[in-house]
């Protein structure tokens, strides 16, 4: 066939601007479709090639969780066991297990009643025991207050738990109450030893006897009663410590705005020039300060001394004996009992002085002692309790 031509027509087919536009993929989504395609099977490749690995990893879960399990049901089967070797469990019949859970309730009720007495006794004291939680309901026996189980019956394992939770609690406390009382007496004890003081403790009552008989019932309270007694042993131990320290000449007698102007020992004279002993302790302060008892005694002295002036002597409970001198008046007089802290007298520069201080000594009979180990060792047993 021949193809007829076209004169004075325009062939639209051949024109750019005239023909049909086409519509292809954008190039960047085709080649993120290719990442993703090439992405895709590298990972399902290195799944196959790791597959061995990762079979193992989950194996070594399954055998994990299945250990668990198997350990779960051991210890049901000895619980069952254990259960079945008891007459009422033959039966079926648990609500003789769950009295023994309520009788056992009703001892640790009262066992954590007495720790929380020494609790609240070692808080007076300054030693903070564990804390204990309180029983949700005293009112309801523990042993029925738990959630029953799947099959209606109370979950027994669960009240278990409830009660050994509660003896720990105790027993935790009781045993932290015990060693803080006793580190806190022994350091006391080394502290004013090495001061020359003798602390006078409590000693338990030691005597017993009858015949030796075999154990009856349950033996768990008794044991808990002998451990609250040996806790307060321990706490009342510690409070005679305590008392010691208020007895001892071991706080510092003055307070306020003052300083140290001259120490123990051998010094320059301040009017000789020469060398002399000072048998104590200065504290520069302005005249009127006031001046406090070192430690708890009786007054002995109130008067003038030569070489003192006017000067105060506080006798306390070991026999010690403490001197403020150079005073400029009296706040105190001779008998009255006084404790630690006591205003006594007043800062002055009377006898022989070269201006306002305290002259502080400590003496016991005729030889003075350095105070500054007195008032270190009282520095550290303050902040010990």
């Known amino acids: 066939m021949h193809k007829l031509a076209s004169f004075g027509r325009t062939d639209r087919s051949r024109n750019p601007a005239t023909r049909p536009a086409r519509h292809g993929i954008h ?14 099977n590298g990972l399902l490749g290195t799944a196959f090639l790791l597959s061995p690995d990762i079979a193992r990893l989950l194996n070594h879960q399954t055998e994990q969780v299945v250990q668990a399990y198997e350990d779960r049901i051991t210890q049901l089967r000895v619980e069952v066991d254990r259960l079945h070797s008891r007459s ?80 720990d609690e105790t027993q935790f406390a009781m045993t932290s109450i015990a060693e803080t009382a006793v580190a806190r007496t022994d350091s006391i004890v080394a502290e ?77 004279d301040p009017f000789t020039g020469g ?17 406090f008892s070192a430690g708890r005694g009786i007054v002995t002295f109130v008067g003038t001394s030569s070489g003192y002036g006017k000067m105060v002597e506080v006798t306390h409970d070991d026999g010690l004996v403490t001197r403020y001198a150079h005073l400029s008046g009296f706040l105190s007089e001779q008998g009255q009992r006084v404790n630690t802290g006591t205003p006594i007298a007043k800062v002055g520069s009377t006898g022989r002085s070269t201006g306002p201080h305290l002259h502080f000594e400590v003496r016991k009979g005729d030889n003075a002692i350095n105070p500054k180990a007195f ?11």
Do not use: C, W
């Not at 008032?375 to 309790?385: F, P």
């Open 192 to 268: 004013l030893s090495g001061l020359g003081i003798v602390v006078d403790l409590p000693t338990a009552e030691s005597g017993m006897g009858g015949p030796l008989l075999a154990p009856i019932g349950d033996s768990d309270s008794s044991l808990m009663v002998d451990d609250a007694n040996a806790v307060m042993e321990a706490l009342l131990r510690y409070k005679a410590a305590r008392d010691s320290i208020e007895g001892a000449p071991v706080h510092m007698p003055i307070a306020g705005d003052f300083r140290r102007s001259s120490g123990f020992g051998n010094r320059t």
């Open 27 to 40: 190039p960047a989504l085709f080649y993120a479709m290719f990442t993703l395609l090439l992405g895709g």
């Open 88 to 167: 009422y469990a033959q039966t079926g019949d648990i609500n003789l297990q769950l009295q023994e859970l309520a009788q056992q309730q009703d001892v640790l009720l009262e066992q954590h009643q007495l720790v929380r007495v020494l609790v609240d006794k070692a808080g007076e004291l300054g030693i903070e025991a564990a804390a204990l939680s309180e029983p949700a309901d005293t009112s309801v026996p523990l042993a029925y207050a738990v959630a029953p189980t799947a099959s209606g019956n109370p979950d027994i394992d669960a009240t278990a738990a409830a009660v050994s939770q509660m003896m």
């Open 375 to 385: 008032l270190d060792a009282g520095r550290r047993l303050q902040a010990l309790i």
């Open 275 to 291: 060398r002399a002993f000072h048998s104590g302790l200065d504290f520069a302060a302005a005249s009127g300060t006031s001046v």
